[in-house]
């Protein structure tokens, strides 16, 4: 994949039922892009509640349950852990690269990691993921308490980080990240536990393209897209799209069918799309309601939601990792 589209793979860890979710996304990027250098993106339950980059050097609340429940020092304090991670993290790419033997052009270096709760059971589970340029660097296996390097280039930030850096970071995602997301989640707790239907929309850029099924501005993030023929569940020539997240803290996700207009006459195809907010929903495709660019609807802009969306939720670095606070991890050098 290359990294000046800035579209990496997508680990979000999404949770369903009685399950809560805290996570951090760090992204470093070279110069020459319409993209910060340096971004940090928190997350609870896959909404964004905080929010920091280069270009602004402030940590902002993107909530107002984070915001009227946070004394006012608190973005002061984790401004100044942020500049000081936007420092590493652009140290970081550069050091990346000459292990990759890179001279130039546009690198990303990225890192992922979080915890969950499950407020019915009790039961906790953490990780922390890096990346370089959008594939795999290296990863925390809990169970261990050991670094995995997939790539050779990364086998010296391995050495670096396991031992104490390791310790430490098992038990920031085992207990200090559940203790921060068990108070998150009782700040937004209204907000949290909405239950918001999505609005669901067939859409076709031209008669030879997969239909597709694109249902947003649904909360939570768990939601089931499905295509039938004649009221039987269809499997090939369907492919299911990620969950995404919308800039008003819903959520998105697609559906794409592979289907000729022969086969359409033939045969009636349901989009179904079931969600906690209510009924399930059910979809016919019909030629009245395909939303089309010929028809003059707004499909790019829909399309182009998707990729902003990805944007946000980009995972994936490496650095040796020491305490800076119970809120944040702070990453230095590899």
């Not at 500049?83 to 001279?103: D, L, T, Y």
């Not at 299911?240 to 919308?246: F, P, Q």
Request: hydrophobic share 35%; aromatic share 10%.
């Amino acid at each position: 994949m290359k990294a000046a589209a800035l579209l990496f793979i997508i680990c979000v860890h999404l949770v369903s039922g009685g399950s809560h979710s805290l996570q951090y996304f760090y992204t470093g990027v070279t110069r020459g892009i319409n993209f910060p250098e340096f971004t940090d993106v928190g997350l609870v339950d896959g909404e964004q509640f905080v929010y920091y980059d280069s270009n602004t050097r402030r940590y902002v609340p993107k909530v107002d349950w984070i915001k009227n429940n946070i004394e006012p020092e608190y973005w002061t304090r984790v401004t100044q852990i942020a500049q000081g991670h936007e420092a590493n993290f652009k140290a970081n790419v550069g050091i990346a690269m000459q292990r990759f033997n890179q001279s130039g052009g546009i690198h990303t270096f990225q890192s992922m990691y979080g915890c969950e709760w499950d407020d019915e059971t009790g039961a906790t589970d953490g990780y922390e993921q890096y990346g370089y340029d959008g594939a795999d660097f290296i990863s925390l296996d809990l169970k261990s308490t050991s670094y995995v390097a997939p790539v050779p280039q990364a086998v010296i930030t391995k050495q670096k980080k396991d031992g104490v850096a390791a310790e430490f970071m098992k038990n920031y995602l085992t207990q200090i990240c559940v203790d921060w997301l068990k108070k998150y989640v009782q700040y937004g707790k209204s907000s949290l536990e909405r239950k918001v239907p999505p609005q669901v929309s067939l859409l076709q850029t031209d008669p030879s393209s997969p239909v597709v099924c694109h249902a947003t501005g649904f909360y939570p993030d768990k939601v089931m897209i499905s295509w039938q023929k004649d009221g039987q569940d269809l499997h090939e020539d369907v492919d299911v799209g990620e969950t995404l997240s919308n800039h008003d803290g819903t959520f998105q996700k697609r559906a794409e069918l592979k289907v000729t207009p022969v086969e359409r006459k033939k045969n009636q195809f349901t989009c179904l799309v079931e969600h906690k907010s209510g009924d399930p929903i059910h979809m016919i495709l019909t030629e009245e309601k395909i939303r089309t660019n010929s028809a003059g609807n707004n499909l790019p802009v829909i399309i182009a939601g998707l990729v902003v969306a990805a944007l946000v939720l980009i995972a994936v670095v490496v650095m040796v990792v020491k305490r800076r606070s119970g809120i944040h991890t702070a990453h230095d050098e590899t």
